[in-house]
Nanobody, 121 residues
Framework: QVELVESGGGLVHPGGSLRLSCVAS????????MGWYRQAPGKQRELVAT???????AYADSVKGRFTISRDNAENTVSLQMNSLKPEDKAVYYC???????????????WGQGTQVTVSS
């Protein structure tokens, strides 16, 4: 079993910055992908950014150039630096991890509890 714990949400003015962090705890063999999703009221959950354990991160078009995802494979953490925030970035942000808990087993997906990001003047 893996637990994802997020931190760093809050209220910020348009143009401001926030940094979200997530730490994965529990016994795992590997975490091939960690990422961030968000869900605004009345909308479906959407991908924000993903960071594979090897390779380049990927971003939603709406956040490219403003958000930066980074991860520490040794510590099983992933962070999302959000700059130039806009009112439309307001949402609950969820940490996501695709894990392999034992070698030669199917991967499992875990979600954090979510952290609220509000962008308002």
């Amino acid at each position: 079993q893996v637990e994802l714990v997020e931190s760093g949400g809050g209220l910020v003015h348009p143009g401001g910055s926030l940094r979200l962090s997530c730490v994965a705890s529990g016994k795992v063999a590997s975490i091939p992908v960690m990422g961030w999703y968000r869900q605004a009221p009345g909308k479906q959950r959407e991908l924000v950014a993903t960071a594979p354990s090897r390779g380049s991160p990927a971003y939603a078009d709406s956040v490219k150039g403003r958000f930066t995802i980074s991860r520490d494979n040794a510590e099983n953490t992933v962070s999302l630096q959000m700059n130039s925030l806009k009112p439309e970035d307001k949402a609950v942000y969820y940490c996501n991890a695709l894990t392999i808990e034992e070698p030669m087993t199917y991967p499992k997906t875990y979600w954090g509890q979510g952290t609220q990001v509000t962008v308002s003047s």
